[in-house]
């Protein structure tokens, strides 16, 4: 069955780094463009970032961009997303979805949280 | 960036009853928008795509329609599992975005 398994969440400081990893099982992880999702703690949910199949087109929400980067490693089923620069308001819930053809977020992650405090 | 407007920001209703949740699109989105559920805790779930196509294993009380600019979310027969926030979301340009989300409360 189709697995997406978030990590790498944790608190940050203001102005420091973080690298998220979302691990993908049960389907052609290579196959398929991913994306990554928000929810800031009781808000609403926020897109973050897409990439291709193939990594060749990536896509933010203008609030990350310049900030974010979203990659893969079809070796490892698993895709990225390295976030620089860190602000108190990227403290959120953060899920990755695979899409399907349909354009359709069909699988979620049971997300992993970043708290970015002093 | 496509804006969404989704009203009302939360509703009340009884088992039973039918429920409609709007999403306005600041722009024309053809009919490239779906429906998501997410209960309290929980990852969001796709109910429907392109607008008015039903999500295998959806049940067939949530339906979709509209297109252009203009989108509705009709739950038939309100059931006590369907409490739990709605959202559009639109895929038609990047960056996809959400609306502001419907809370959905059984009276």
């Known amino acids: 069955q189709v697995q997406l398994v978030e990590s790498g969440g944790g608190v940050v400081q203001p102005g420091r780094s973080l690298r998220l990893s979302c691990a993908a099982s049960?389907?052609?992880?290579?196959?398929?463009?991913m994306h990554w999702v928000r929810q800031a703690p009781g808000k609403g949910l926020e897109w973050v970032a897409f990439?291709?199949?193939?990594?060749?087109?990536?896509y933010y929400a203008d609030s990350v961009k310049g900030r974010f980067t979203v990659s893969r490693d079809d070796s490892k089923n698993t895709l990225y997303l390295q976030m620089n620069s860190l602000r108190p308001e990227d403290t959120a819930m953060y899920y990755c979805?695979?899409?399907?053809?349909?354009?359709?977020?069909?699988?979620w992650g049971q997300g992993t949280l970043v708290t970015v405090s002093s | 960036a496509v804006q969404m407007t989704q009203s009302p920001s939360s509703l009340s209703a009884s088992v039973g009853d039918r429920v409609t949740i709007t999403c306005r699109a600041s722009?024309?989105?053809?009919?490239?928008l779906g429906w998501y559920q997410q209960k309290p805790g929980k990852a969001p779930k796709v109910l429907i795509f392109a607008a008015s196509s039903l999500q295998s294993g959806v049940p067939s009380r949530f339906s979709g329609s509209g297109s252009g600019t203009d989108f509705t979310l009709t739950i038939s027969t309100l059931q006590p599992e369907d409490l739990a926030t709605y959202y559009c979301?639109?895929?038609?340009?990047?960056?996809?975005?959400f609306g502001q989300g419907t809370r959905v409360e059984i009276k």
């Open positions: 990439i291709s199949y193939d990594g060749s087109n990536k």
């Open positions: 049960g389907f052609a992880f290579n196959s398929d463009a």
């Open positions: 979301l639109q895929d038609y340009s990047y960056p996809w975005t």
């Open positions: 722009q024309y989105i053809r009919n490239d």
């Open positions: 979805a695979r899409q399907t053809g349909n354009f359709i977020l069909d699988y």
